[in-house]
């Protein structure tokens, strides 16, 4: 997506849905994005509820719906809701830690044309995924991957959020991924929900966040599907966003049918509605946080050569480390190379 | 491929690699009524500026391969 006119126009709705379908996990992971966040007891939508909001996502034409959790194949009814998403033609993703999938499953799931599922792994080996998801979590998601590519279900990926102590894996994965005859994702650690409480421990330093922008540059084949674009090198200006989605492309729902503008702003300031309620396209068109974040501008940036990469970052990491949505991206790559200008005066800064 | 109206013509998605193409033309909105479930080339009918019009737009989809023709097989 190019920034145009038309991108910041107002569209009829979202091009794509994440969909929180559950808040039931059988992992704890350290960086969780769903832990903490969201209404306490909170009773998520039944199935007629979820059936009338896929029916009016396909009356919106909405193409896409990303499902994630917790973990949805706890849910039982969620083998029943992706069927009957993918009965209306929209094209349904689904984030799992694949240590649910059996054969059986996977034969059902393999019949379905227009799914695509990501696995999370946080490591290519067992102690560094381990740490991170979980005692013997590893051990326990490879079976599921390997059940995915035995059994022929071509349309998946590995997915790793990608932090400090994983950070040297990255070639690795994409090998293990290679070996399944999978895709490789990379997804932004973000100060959200769980991650909160280990920023400090699981960020990127600056260096990284660099090695990693140049990696990135000469892999374009890696898929990094979110907020990426504070670090792309140019070389992957062709490839996916350049910009923040959230209320312009995208929304999320959290499992009781909140909707957020991006399922990394689930704080209670930017709570727009709740399908139970509303019509998402009400919530969509209307509501308050959904207007707010299309106005958003983050006039620093824009005299920054590298503007039309990025239009300031993810907000939603300038939210939770700065208070302010207003404020740069805070791992932005031109704020590092001024940074570092300033601290090594010798030093230019390179484009 | 799916595509939907928008206010600025229409927005195309490809549901191979989620893709997106955005396609500025609201001549192409009053000609194509509903691009997805609907007849585009039937708009061709109301006049031939109008029907000229549109396939210089629709060869345009084409090539880019947001769109393909597609072989008449029933009877006329």
Known sequence: MKSTSWTRSLLNAP????????????????????????????????????????????????????????????????????????SKGIVTCVSTNGTVLDRGLVERLKRMDRLYIQVSLDGAGEET????????????????????????????SLNMVVTRLNFREIPLLDRLAKEFGA??????????????GVWDQLSLSRDQLQELSLFLGSHPDILTADSFFAIAARDRRSLGLNM??????????????????????????????????????????????FR????????????????DLCHGGCPAVAYFLTGSLRHPDPECMATFRQSLAAENPGTRESA | MRARKESFGLLFYNTENARLTFVRSRELLLLAGDPVHGSILSAQARC?????????????????????????????
């Open chain 1, 15 to 86: 091009v794509n849905l994440t969909w929180e379908i559950t808040s039931a996990c059988n992992l704890s992971c350290r960086h969780c994005l769903s832990a903490k966040v969201g209404v306490s007891g909170a009773r998520e939508l039944d199935f007629a509820q979820c059936a009338g909001l896929i029916d009016e996502l396909d009356r919106l034409r909405v193409f896409q719906i990303n499902f994630g959790g917790g973990e949805p194949f706890l849910r039982e009814d969620f083998l029943a809701i992706l069927e009957y998403a993918q």
């Open chain 1, 183 to 196: 895709g490789t994702r990379l997804s932004r650690f973000r100060p959200a929900g769980g991650g909160k």
């Open chain 1, 129 to 156: 995924n381990d740490r991170i998801r979980g005692e013997g979590s590893y051990r326990r998601i490879l079976a599921g991957i390997e059940l995915l590519a035995s059994r022929g279900f071509a349309r998946f």
């Open chain 1, 292 to 307: 707010m974040m299309r106005g958003l501008r983050i006039q620093s940036c824009e005299s920054c050569h590298r503007f």
């Open chain 1, 244 to 289: 923040c989605g959230a209320a312009r492309m995208t929304c999320s729902v959290s499992p009781d049918g909140s909707v957020y503008p991006c399922a990394f702003l689930q704080d209670d300031i930017f709570l727009a509605g709740n399908v139970t309620r509303q019509s998402l396209a009400s919530i969509w068109r209307e509501s308050g946080p």
């Open chain 2, 48 to 76: 031939q500026a109008e029907a000229a019009r549109a396939r210089r737009i629709l060869d345009a989809l084409r090539k880019k391969g947001l769109i393909r023709e597609r072989p008449c097989t029933g009877a006329q």
